[in-house]
Each structure stands twice: as structure tokens, then as C-alpha cells.
């Protein structure tokens, strides 16, 4: 039974009736169109909490003027019949206005790794992130909360958010999943013509080139990113937007790869901003000691 | 017993101990350097939770270039004095550096309330009160927090960006304490000579007439702030910086005062910055009903 909430209130009262039944308490925060990556989410956080929260929130500080705000699916009774199926225990799905009340005037800030990648595109992307999780953070007052690996950079703000303001919450990074065809799963691939579906499969293969590259040995950073430029470039209609090869935690750009790495890309494909990486640690010690735990 | 934390892991530590054994938890946050102000605060803490915890950090992050954080007075012996004779379960005093690690990028950010009185002379210092009260939170996780209604900015700000960011703490103003000359109770009063200080009691004269002048049925905001400014002015080595007649929760200002109102001021007086002000509520119902709380 996944009860509904779209009031702040309901959701504290529901989450602290869970509490006093002794239960740990998992956030999924989400836009809903939920998809299998979702769905890994919400089954790393039955895995690890006693109670499932799955938020459900198009947040339009996060988009930029000219982005999709507007057009962004929102297909809430489907949300909830995978939240039903899933066995969430509350799916929390505000309005608006319920979020940003009249005379809203707080913005989380971070500067440095929020500029750069998908934040040089689009600007305020990142402090509307910033801002929205922070609130949910309070509203559910989570002991863990769940993101994906997709969102590498949104995953690296939210950690680095998480650590500077001190916010008591685990954050935990789980594996992109991919459709079968390879494509990463993305609310935005339903923007996709099935022959733009057939071109943004290069992003995956480029990338699953740089990872064996990497796995053979190669260390370059440079030469990793131009030869996934080279191949994004050699498929026609797919406009990429940038190739970083930077710490997974930092975002720093890296020159010399180290022990761990991510590769990401963005590109449009069609009215589709599309992105994607890999990201490898561990590398000085492939037993696996050192890596980060993911779910 | 005052236990006495330096890193965040030793206040979480002290913090869950007390939780198990079934206190609420109240925090005071100050710059040290405590007075009756300060004092005030903590007993109402102490009157109200069961584990009181001061923080005792002067937040470089609220200075600005030019002020006075390097020579702000930091008497860390003389204030745990104070906590031990008030009964202060923990007083929790970090360098910057544990505040501030390498790498920190965050900043709590607030438009509107925060650019103007103190916010116009003082740009970004509101920024620096709000990201370092949300980082006391997360690592105290306090039930209540106590603010002094002298920084009467301040603590509409706090306010604001607790509601915004859903911050799961009460917030309790308690009313400004005076010393027996009627100045307002500050560590930076220790910046004034004897002269300095006889010629600073014209703030608290001034605000105590436009409180009599309103009790009278004032209404006229203008006619408030100018005799205010009038009386300031005809003091020698009191250089007044804001004259401020607005609400007291969203620092809008007045034309014509209603139910509630703020008339706070700020000058210079030798090399100390002051600020005094007068709060009054429930003016159009004097019984007292929907006054706000204060401690």
C-alpha cells in the first residue's frame, strides 16, 4: 500500500509514525516518469530502510528559461502504480506551491563544480538541485537517501551539499542502468524518434570504448576524451556538448588518470538533451578495496 | 559539567547519548564573548530541553573585508566559565578549519529581507549567518534554537530560511536584554569608552520614545523614523547608519503601522558598529492573543 501525501505535513506525520515503529527511513528523491533506473533506486532503498520514501516533483528551480519545464511529462497515476508495485511506502507528490510558498527567497549555492559540464549549459541548474534536495532532506528527514550514478555530476553537488552544510543524511550513488539496446534509461529518451534513438546509441558505445581503454591500461585523459569525441563526431545528428574526464568527487579535470575516474558526455540528439559516462574506481587496486559501496 | 567538543563527530556523539536518554535538545548559537544577552538565551534553553549545547565559533564567513574578525574578542576561558555556571550540558567550539574544510563550496543564500538595514551596509554577512546556523543544525540537530530578538534582522532570516528549507528545528526569539544603563547587551559594547558609551544610550532613548509615541497610537511610520532620527542626530559621535521602521517577519517596510512592527536602528559610535531596536505585536488586540511567543 503506498499511501499519498501532497502536503509537507502529511509526510512528517508519516514519517514519524514510521520512526516510532522503529523503522529506517530511505528518500528516493525523483521527477517522476519513473523508469528501471528509478525502479533500481527504490529497490536499493527497500533494501537498506524499513520505510520507502519516493518524492515525485518536477522542480522548476532547476530548469532554465527556454528548458522543458512546461513539456516535462508528468504522468503521476503510472508513477504510482510503479510505486505501488515496488512497495513504496509514500510517495510524496507536492504541488508547486507547496514547495516554493509566496515570499520563497533561499537558494542553496555552490560554486566550482557546479559551473562546469552540464552546469556551463545551463546555469542555476545545480542550485535549484541544491535547493530542492535540501528541502526534502528536511521535509523527510531521511537516514538515506538514493541517486543515480546517471546524474554523476547532480550525485557529486548533492554529496558535496551534504558534507559542507553538515546535512545528516547518507547519500547513496547507485549504478546507471542502461535499456537493452545500451541506451541509458532517461525520462528525456521518450523525446526520442526511433531513428534519433538509433544515433544516441553512439554516446554508450563511445563510452564503453573509453572504459576498455581505461581497463587496458590507457592513462591519457586527453586522449581518452578526443577519441570519444572522435566517435560522437563520426555519427551524424548527434551534437555534442561537452566530454569531461574528471574525479568522480572533485569534478576536477584530471590530465593523468589515477584511481578513479569518470568519463561523462552530454549531447543533443533531436530535442533531446541526452547525457551518460562511466566511471570506474578502484583502478590502482582492482581487488576492489577502495571502491565506494554502491547500491 | 560542561563537556567541551571541538570536531562534529564528538558533538554528534554527545548529542545521540542525550537523545537515547530521552532529552530534547536546545541550541545557542554564539560568536563567545557572553553576556546577559547571551545568558538569557541559554536559560530559556535550559528552561525548555533537557540538553543544552552552546556553540561558541566566530564565523568568518559573516565578517566582511575591512570588519573586525581578526580582532573580534574570542575569551573562549571566561565563556565556558559562563556555560558551567549556567548549566550548559556541552559547549561545542571548532576552528574554522573544522567548519571550513578544504574544498568547501556552499553557501546559504537569501534575496529580498537580507540586502537591506544591516544587509546593505554588510553585503553577503546574512549569507554567512544563514549557511553557518543551517550547518549548526545539521550537526546538532537541535529540537529548538535560541536567537536573540536584538538582532532582530538576523533572526527574521533564520526564520525565513528555515521555513524555506524546511528545517525541521523551532526557532524561539527571546526578548533583548539591557544593561542597567539601558544600552543593548553586545560583545562589541567592549569597543567603547566611557564617553563612547554614555553618548551610545541616545539609540536605546530614541527607540524607548518611539515605542511611547506608538503605545500612544502613532501610526505614521515617516513620523516615527524621522523624530528617531532626529534625536540621533542631535547627539555629537553617533553616526547613524539606518533608521528602519518595518515588520518584524518579513522586514517590509511601513508606511502605516498595524499590528506589529520593528523599529530597529544602527550606527557608529567610535570604532563599534551598534544596533538597538523596539519590537512591538499585537497592537490592535493589547490582551496579548496573537502576540508571537517569546522566551
Given at each position: 500500500m503506498t499511501a499519498v501525501a501532497g502536503t509537507i505535513e502529511e509526510v512528517r506525520a508519516a514519517v514519524r509514525k514510521a520512526r516510532a515503529a522503529g523503522h529506517r527511513v530511505g528518500l528516493v528523491p525523483t521527477m517522476g516518469t519513473l523508469h528501471a533506473g528509478h525502479v533500481s533506486l527504490i529497490r536499493a532503498a527497500r533494501n537498506e530502510t524499513g520505510f520507502v520514501v519516493v518524492s515525485i516533483f518536477v522542480n522548476?528551480?532547476?530548469?532554465?528559461?527556454?528548458?522543458?519545464?512546461?513539456?516535462?511529462?508528468?504522468?503521476?497515476?503510472?508513477?504510482?502504480?510503479?510505486?505501488?508495485?515496488?512497495?513504496?511506502?509514500?510517495?510524496?507528490?507536492?504541488?508547486?506551491?507547496?514547495?516554493?510558498?509566496?515570499?520563497?527567497?533561499?537558494?542553496?549555492?555552490?560554486?566550482?563544480?557546479?559551473?562546469?559540464?552540464?552546469?556551463?549549459?545551463?546555469?542555476?541548474?545545480?542550485?535549484?538541485?541544491?535547493?530542492?534536495?535540501?528541502?526534502?532532506?528536511?521535509?523527510?528527514?531521511?537516514?538515506?537517501?538514493?541517486?543515480?550514478?546517471?546524474?554523476?555530476?547532480?550525485?557529486?553537488?548533492?554529496?558535496?551539499?551534504?558534507?559542507?552544510?553538515?546535512?545528516?543524511?547518507?547519500?547513496?550513488?547507485?549504478?546507471?542502468?542502461?535499456?537493452?539496446?545500451?541506451?541509458?534509461?532517461?525520462?528525456?529518451?521518450?523525446?526520442?524518434?526511433?531513428?534519433?534513438?538509433?544515433?544516441?546509441?553512439?554516446?554508450?558505445?563511445?563510452?564503453?570504448?573509453?572504459?576498455?581503454?581505461?581497463?587496458?591500461?590507457?592513462?591519457d585523459a586527453k586522449r581518452i576524451a578526443d577519441e570519444v569525441r572522435r566517435q560522437i563526431a563520426d555519427t551524424g545528428g548527434v551534437n555534442l556538448e561537452y566530454v569531461a574526464v574528471v574525479d568522480p568527487d572533485s569534478l576536477e579535470d584530471l590530465t593523468e588518470i589515477g584511481n578513479q575516474v569518470l568519463v561523462a558526455v552530454a549531447a543533443r540528439v533531436g530535442s533531446a538533451r541526452l547525457i551518460d559516462n562511466v566511471l570506474l574506481r578502484g583502478l590502482r587496486d582492482r581487488g576492489g578495496k577502495g571502491r565506494k559501496k554502491t547500491c
Open positions: 522548476p528551480a532547476q530548469f532554465g528559461p527556454g528548458e522543458d519545464y512546461e513539456t516535462y511529462p508528468r504522468p503521476l497515476e503510472e508513477d504510482l502504480e510503479v510505486c505501488r508495485a515496488e512497495g513504496v511506502d509514500l510517495a510524496f507528490a507536492p504541488d508547486a506551491s507547496e514547495m516554493y510558498p509566496s515570499g520563497f527567497a533561499t537558494t542553496v549555492h555552490m560554486t566550482g563544480m557546479t559551473e562546469k559540464m552540464c552546469g556551463a549549459a545551463r546555469p542555476g541548474h545545480f542550485d535549484g538541485v541544491s535547493t530542492v534536495v535540501a528541502k526534502l532532506f528536511g521535509i523527510v528527514e531521511p537516514d538515506a537517501a538514493y541517486f543515480g550514478e546517471k546524474d554523476a555530476q547532480q550525485l557529486a553537488v548533492v554529496r558535496r551539499m551534504v558534507r559542507d552544510l553538515n546535512v545528516p543524511v547518507e547519500i547513496r550513488g547507485c549504478s546507471l542502468v542502461r535499456d537493452a539496446d545500451g541506451l541509458a534509461t532517461s525520462s528525456r529518451n521518450a523525446y526520442l524518434s526511433a531513428d534519433e534513438r538509433q544515433r544516441a546509441l553512439v554516446l554508450h558505445r563511445a563510452l564503453a570504448g573509453a572504459r576498455q581503454r581505461i581497463s587496458d591500461g590507457e592513462r
